[in-house]
């Protein structure tokens, strides 16, 4: 079967930084994307990674390793609107986007 | 530019009775998705349209339907609710469903309640 593994929860603390790990599982790959999600409210896109290495966007990076099935999402200098759940999600072989359960960050001043 | 809507933007139901979820895009995106989403469960897909004119099942589809007539509109209906269906109903688009092109927007969601 298909599956996304991401930690259900994390705690950081304002300004520093954090890494958020997703791995995968899945019939194919056509690419990986990261959503970022406020509580009460709907998932907005944040990245996509389809080549292995680092794709840098302002304080978030987000990062891939297709051979270990292995994406990160790095969040520098947090600030306390990061506080929400990070979605991980990978398009399979039939253009399918498989979705994680979600990494509620909590950010402490 | 409203983007994506969807209406209503919350609802109450009793079991056995219809609904119909609306979800309107002016992106003129080719691919339209219906997801729930239930608390430590990730976004499940229920059905989806790759383009106006064609719909497919997603991983969630028993007691749901969905008809894609034109670019902009993808209703959702429940023939007969039942408390199961009790979650968070979620309307997206894509400009195509390959590679960047499968970047989904949404739209705010439907809490829908069945009791």
């Known amino acids: 079967g298909q599956n996304i593994d991401q930690p259900t929860e994390m705690t950081a603390t304002e300004g520093a930084i954090v890494q958020i790990n997703c791995t995968y599982q899945?019939?194919?790959?056509?690419?990986l994307f990261w959503y970022q999600q406020h509580a009460g409210e709907a998932p907005t896109f944040l990245s996509y990674?389809?080549l292995d290495g680092l794709e840098e966007k302002g304080r978030f990076s987000s990062f891939l390793s297709r051979s270990k099935g292995y994406s990160y999402l790095l969040l520098k200098e947090l600030q306390m609107k990061d506080s929400a759940s990070y979605l991980c999600?990978?398009?399979?072989?039939?253009?399918?986007?498989?979705w994680g359960a979600g990494t509620k960050l909590i950010i402490k001043p | 530019t409203a983007g994506i809507t969807q209406a209503p933007t919350s609802q109450i139901l009793a079991a056995g009775r219809s609904m119909t979820l609306r979800c309107t895009q002016d992106?003129?995106?080719?691919?339209m998705y219906w997801y729930r989403q239930d608390l430590g469960l990730g976004l499940r897909l229920i059905h989806y349209?790759?383009?106006?004119?064609?719909?497919g099942k997603g991983e969630v589809p028993d007691g749901y339907s969905v008809s894609r007539a034109n670019t902009d509109d993808f209703p959702l209906t429940l023939a007969s609710a039942v408390p199961s269906q009790t979650s968070v109903y979620f309307c997206?688009?894509?400009?195509?469903?390959?590679?960047?092109?499968?970047?989904?927007?949404f739209g705010p969601g439907t809490r829908l309640t069945v009791l």
């Open positions: 997206a688009s894509s400009l195509d469903t390959s590679g960047s092109y499968n970047e989904q927007f």
């Open positions: 992106m003129r995106h080719n691919a």
């Open positions: 349209s790759n383009t106006a004119g064609t719909t």
């Open positions: 899945t019939s194919g790959f056509n690419g």
């Open positions: 990674n389809v």
């Open positions: 999600a990978v398009l399979d072989s039939n253009y399918q986007l498989i």
